[in-house]
């Protein structure tokens, strides 16, 4: 019985890093539907959405069957209620990428994004897919030293969105409100995308450990 819970629990967690997978792919393709006013490839990143929340669903669905019929204890409890939060993250990560695309699409066929930050917002693409390559590496190995580099590593992202505020509340900003509000809303969603990679690595160490690192 043991030995068929921790092939269980195996499996979770190789959902999670497949979850992970996810939304490293929608926020590549986000990413350059967004550079690229793809339309195709923006609508192609919305309608796959579904497979995150169908992931999402199944896992916990999975993860409360377990939970009432093993009653696990200690580190198998970490596990079970640390995975739930982490899967709500992962769930959280695709629903970023597709509001980076919806609004890729809305602008078609216009570029979203000017000139003036077209190379920071190719800088937040590739940080934001290497962190969440390296979030799936931490979740498929449970690794909780691994996962503290998670804690620190989205310092560039939020440089990155800080230097955004910079160009777009300069005076001679020349593309208007509206510009300058797709760009705001647009950081954020990479920035948030790469806060939940953070609390993901805090819930690794956690379910690893028994003890959150402190904000």
């Not at 917002?121 to 580099?149: I, K, S, Y």
Request: with cysteine.
């Amino acid at each position: 019985m043991r030995t068929r819970f921790a092939e269980n629990l195996d499996s979770l967690s190789g959902d999670l890093a497949a979850m992970c997978r996810l939304s490293v792919t929608a926020m590549s393709e986000a990413s350059d539907a967004l550079l690229q006013a793809d339309l195709e490839l923006a609508e192609h990143v919305i309608d796959v959405s579904g497979e995150l929340d169908d992931a999402a669903a199944h896992w916990e669905k999975r993860a409360f069957a377990l939970l009432a019929l093993q009653a696990p204890v200690a580190h198998d409890l970490r596990f079970m209620v640390g995975g739930l939060h982490i899967s709500a993250d992962l769930h959280r990560m695709g629903g970023l990428a597709v509001h980076i695309a919806k609004i890729a699409r809305r602008r078609h066929p216009d570029h979203v994004v000017p000139d003036e930050v077209r190379n920071v917002f190719t800088e937040m693409g590739t940080v934001a897919v290497a962190q969440a390559r390296e979030t799936e590496q931490v979740l498929q190995h449970r690794d909780p030293e691994r996962a503290r580099g998670l804690l620190t590593a989205d310092e560039a992202m939020d440089d990155l969105h800080r230097s955004l505020f910079t160009i777009t509340q300069a005076e001679d900003w020349p593309h208007g409100v509206q510009s300058a509000v797709d760009i705001t809303l647009l950081g954020r969603f990479y920035e948030r995308f790469c806060d939940h990679t953070v609390e993901i690595g805090r819930r690794v160490i956690f379910l690893e450990t028994g003890s959150l690192p402190e904000q």
